[in-house]
């Protein structure tokens, strides 16, 4: 017994994060019975956010990184896991939002998947969580392509499962894109590899500095740079390169999309934020690259031109997947404008726009359990019929305006500060009005759903089952609640922010 | 004639870049779904010859810790494209997949046929 005390299992935990959900995994694939498989799922998608807040938590005391040597190979040798403010805080999220989806998963799985395929949707959503922790916990450029490519290859099948023909057009149209964009990255990390001779994060960002001052190696790591940034930048549907995002966002089953709405693209935005930050640093992307100002532009253009077309949609998954785009180009405004301030309201809306859209995603998964569709004519005066599902869909609406009270609030407030500390004023102004449109879009379903004649197909809905209204109700509760006590948000965001804005290893 | 030798001495850098820039052409330019993954493979295995190329030392020998063994070829950038060749073939697979199934659904695999019958789906 000797050998599973807490003392010989705690250093192991940075591992145990992506080998518990790869071993659920190949444990699913030998059930058939799709009740076994939900769970086990479940029961592994539980034990991870105690894992990622243990690990979160300890590094906050000690303000020191965890480091993993796998195999005990010292670092820019072996792979190495870190868990640091910024990972600690982005796995707690990606972990968390994994776990409370589960009990909804049952009966929308049900509903909406064939029975031969149940337990295979659950090894893909493990390995799928699997992939997305392990892309936030490496400290390893290479490593961070493989996992990367696990989650992708589980999300298409994720999302090719869904019951409308036009989903394995989607999830087609998303491995083209997803996989341009993996591509593009490993060119840029073989770039840096060639420059330096080393892929780890840490022994990358030392030996660039160096490295960049030589004309002929500053080509090749300006080109790198730009490489991961695009390649990135499709993965997290970075207007204009959103386009794969809606349609797969639509068509998927819905609890794939409550899922990958609020951690998919997060992953990503991590990745970003971590090869940027702390391999290239701050001072060196800005002096080479205008990629700040180009961002910033993107950002704003995303946060108009996907919100506009929210409101022109009738599909509700669609609308939502549009203004998911939208709310993207909020955080990498605030990671663009890279003041205290911005990184804090970004990092700060990655678990805020996670818990405020999977709400949603899963508010309408439950009309779509109980109604078949989500297009508008459809789902009209649905809020007669499941007043306790749309009451939480309008409070989560209510956070995604950043009405004040709610979590969405808190993410603007800083990113407005953040534009005005650095002298942007009409970025601010940009910040509000773009607020307003998604206040027309929310409002325009809010009508749709509680002030017309309930239409045939809802006529006959009821109330969804408790297994759905209560996840529901815990993140609608998170978005209330986070929009009153900050500390598990902003506060581990603005540790993050400092960290990365020091250049702190 | 030193732009003759530049372009000698780098020719497979050369060779990659043109697989990666068609592979690039034939995804955007093609309409058949197949097509488009055949592209999508030749853009991935480019990469493979983009990391293979600088590692290959010439009369460098396997990396042995001895006396008489000074220059070496380090084998990691193999064992990365051993990796990157497992996610290709993994991603080429599924693609497939995904278009035996979009055949089956809509029984065509050229993209214009299919936004014809599904126009929503663009």
Redesign the interface.
């Known amino acids: 017994m000797n050998a599973l005390s807490w003392g010989a299992v705690e250093p192991q935990l940075p591992i145990l994060l992506v080998v518990i959900p790869l071993l659920g995994a190949l444990l699913t694939t030998f059930l058939r019975n799709s009740f076994m498989a939900w769970l086990v799922a479940t029961v592994v998608a539980f034990t991870l956010p105690f894992i990622s807040i243990h690990l979160l938590v300890s590094v906050l005391e000690t303000g020191q990184p965890i480091v993993y040597k796998i195999g005990n190979w010292e670092a820019p040798f072996g792979i190495v896991y870190r868990v640091d403010q910024l990972s600690g805080y982005v796995l707690s999220v990606i972990a968390i939002i994994g776990a409370v989806i589960m009990p909804f998963a049952r009966r929308s799985v049900a509903a909406e998947i064939e029975e031969r395929a149940r337990s295979w949707y659950y090894t893909m959503y493990l390995l799928c969580l699997a992939g997305l922790l392990g892309i936030v916990i490496t400290g390893d450029a ?1 490593n961070a ?2 996992f990367l ?1 696990i989650s992708s ?1 589980a999300t ?2 994720l999302i ?1 499962l869904g019951k409308n ?2 989903a ?5 149209q998303y ?2 894109m997803g ?2 964009g993996a ?1 593009l990255y ?2 840029g990390v ?1 770039l840096l ?2 420059v330096t ?1 080393t892929l780890n994060f840490d022994d990358l960002a030392s030996r660039l500095s160096a490295a960049i001052i030589d004309p002929g190696q500053r080509n090749a790591v300006v080109t790198a740079l730009g490489f991961i940034v695009v390649g990135l930048s499709l993965k997290l549907a970075l207007f204009p390169m959103h386009m794969w995002l809606p ?1 797969a966002y639509a068509y998927a089953p819905s609890f794939a999309t409550a899922f990958l709405a609020g951690t998919a693209t997060k992953a990503a935005i991590y990745l970003l934020v971590r090869v940027v930050f702390s391999v290239f640093g701050v001072g060196m992307t800005l002096e080479n690259l205008p990629i700040g100002e180009v961002v910033i532009v993107l950002s704003i253009a995303a946060m108009f031109l996907a919100s506009i077309s929210a409101v022109f949609e009738t599909n509700a998954k669609r609308m939502l997947a549009y203004s998911s785009v939208a709310q993207i180009g909020y955080i990498t405004l605030g990671i663009a404008i890279a003041n205290q301030a911005g990184m804090t309201g970004s990092l700060a809306h990655i678990a805020n726009h996670a818990i405020m859209k999977t709400a949603l995603f899963l508010a309408l998964g439950a009309v779509f359990y109980r109604v078949g569709s989500v297009l508008y004519s459809d789902i009209s005066g649905i809020g007669r019929k499941m007043p306790l599902t749309m009451a939480a869909f309008a409070v989560a609406g209510l956070g995604l305006m950043g009405t004040p009270g709610t979590a969405g609030f808190i993410s603007k407030w800083y990113l407005a500060v953040a534009a005005i500390d650095d002298g942007m004023y009409s970025v601010v102004f940009l910040i509000v009005a773009s607020s307003l449109i998604s206040v027309v879009y929310i409002g325009r379903i809010t009508e749709v759903v509680w002030f017309r004649e309930p239409s045939k197909a809802a006529a006959k809905a009821k109330e969804a089952p408790l297994s759905m209204l209560i996840p529901l109700w815990l993140l609608v509760g998170a978005t209330i609640y986070l929009g009153f006590d900050t500390r598990a948000t902003v506060g581990t965001a603005s540790e993050a922010a400092k960290m990365l804005l020091e250049g702190v290893q | 004639m030193e732009l003759l030798k530049t372009f000698a001495a780098h020719y497979n850098y050369f060779i990659t870049i043109f697989l990666m820039i068609s592979g690039l052409f034939i995804v955007i330019a093609r309409g058949n779904l197949i097509k488009k993954l055949v592209g999508l493979s030749l853009f991935q295995t480019s990469v493979y010859l983009l990391y293979l190329t600088p590692a290959k030392i010439l009369g460098g020998t396997a990396p042995i810790y001895e006396e008489g063994y000074k220059l070496y070829s380090n084998p990691l950038p193999h064992v990365l494209m051993l990796t990157a060749i497992v996610v290709g073939v993994a991603t080429l697979s599924l693609g497939l997949a995904l278009v035996v199934r979009i055949k089956e659904a809509y029984g065509t695999v050229e993209e214009d046929e299919i936004f014809a019958k599904d126009p929503e789906a663009e």
């Open positions: 290479f392509f493989v490519e290859l298409y099948v090719a023909r036009r394995l057009l989607a999830a087609y491995l083209i996989t341009i591509t490993v060119i073989g590899y060639v001779g349609n």
